[in-house]
């Protein structure tokens, strides 16, 4: 579970002390810019400043290890893809910017508190309560964001573990079906406690 979106590490570092709306900000310019990113030199490059990243904030290398690992299962296939249909050039290029970002948002969440990325989208949005933006719920909507990535992660785990147990070795459909069934199930008692509170609307 290590390196789950929404895990925050306490530091002391740069990058810990840094204002939630900075990086926030800083996310969002690099995730812009990243459309630029045109030759593998370039997607390289951005990849090692986020590794930088890493390094200023000195996080450990298993949680950089535990953020590329479930990335694999995209990346993979996504770069055999590009390579086929593309060549190599492109393919590092697609793959490098998807790792770069993927990285950065996740540096984010690991050196800043939840409620404090909270408290900037929602501090956002109160300016936009004149369209009919609703801050508080937009709020709401996302501290349960943030919290159903891990559990879903710990569902994954024990979808997997039973379909080992059982000798199901790595069928897709066997982990699919079991985890999308669960993950439903959690989220129609997840709205039922809300409903409860008097959030059904």
């Not at 200023?56 to 290890?65: E, H, N, Q």
Request: net charge positive.
């Amino acid at each position: 579970m290590t390196g789950v979106v929404g895990l925050y590490r306490p530091g002391t570092s740069v990058v810990h002390r840094l204002p939630a709306g900075v990086k926030l900000a800083g996310l969002a310019v690099v995730g812009a810019v990243s459309v630029m990113v045109g030759t593998p030199v370039r997607a390289a490059a951005l990849v090692a400043c986020v590794l930088a990243g890493y390094a200023v904030a000195r996080l450990p290398l298993s949680l950089l290890w535990a953020s590329v690992r479930p990335l694999l299962w995209v990346a993979v296939p996504l770069g055999v893809f590009q390579v086929v249909v593309a060549g190599w050039d492109r393919a590092a290029v697609v793959v490098g910017v998807l790792l770069a970002l993927v990285l950065l948002a996740n540096l984010v969440t690991l050196t800043t508190r939840t409620t404090d990325l909270i408290d900037v989208v929602v501090g956002l949005a109160r300016r936009l309560r004149f369209t009919g933006v609703d801050p508080e719920r937009v709020g709401l909507l996302l501290s349960l964001g943030i919290r159903s990535v891990p559990l879903v992660l710990e569902l994954a785990g024990e979808v997997r573990e039973a379909q080992h147990a059982r000798g199901r070795g790595a069928s897709a459909r066997a982990f699919a079906v079991p985890l999308i069934v669960g993950a439903l199930r959690r989220a129609d008692e997840m709205g039922d406690a809300l409903a409860a509170r008097g959030f059904d609307d």
